[in-house]
C-alpha cells in the first residue's frame, strides 16, 4: 500500500503561480510512475503531468510550458510547479502513484487540493 498526501493548493490569481507537493509513504520502493491529475467541476480526470523513475515526464498539451513536474526520491516528495496560471487551470489537483507490475500495477490517489484561479 502506499498513501499521498497533497498540500500547496490555493487561490491564486491569473498569471501567477502555485507549487503542489505530494508526500509518498508506505510501499515506495513498489511506486514506478507519479504524476498529477486534475478535475474541474463537470468535467471528468484529466492527467496534467507524469514522470517516471528515471525522470522521464510527460505533459498535457494544455499545460506545457507553464508546469512543471519533479520528484525527490530522497524525500518520497513528488511536485508540481505552476506558472503563468488562468481560470481554466481551476481543479481539485490529485496525486497519483502506479506501482510496479511485480507490485501489482495498482493505483494509488491522494486526496486532493484545490487550485483556484481568478480572472
Known amino acids: 500500500q502506499v498513501q499521498l498526501v497533497e498540500s500547496g493548493g490555493g487561490l491564486v490569481q491569473a498569471g501567477g503561480s502555485l507549487r503542489l507537493s505530494c508526500a509518498a509513504s508506505?510501499?515506495?520502493?513498489?511506486?514506478?510512475?507519479m504524476g498529477w491529475y486534475r478535475q474541474a467541476p463537470g468535467k471528468q480526470r484529466e492527467l496534467v503531468a507524469v514522470?517516471?523513475?528515471?525522470?522521464?515526464?510527460r505533459y498535457a498539451d494544455s499545460v506545457k510550458g507553464r508546469f512543471t513536474i519533479s520528484r525527490d526520491n530522497a524525500k518520497n516528495a513528488l511536485y508540481l510547479q505552476m506558472n503563468s496560471l488562468n481560470p481554466e487551470d481551476t481543479a481539485v489537483y490529485y496525486c497519483?502513484?502506479?506501482?510496479?507490475?511485480?507490485?501489482?500495477?495498482?493505483?494509488?490517489w491522494g486526496q486532493g487540493t484545490q487550485v483556484t484561479v481568478s480572472s
Open positions: 497519483n502513484a502506479h506501482s510496479k507490475p511485480l507490485y501489482g500495477g495498482a493505483n494509488y
Open positions: 508506505g510501499n515506495i520502493v513498489s511506486i514506478n510512475l
Open positions: 514522470i517516471s523513475s528515471i525522470d522521464s515526464t
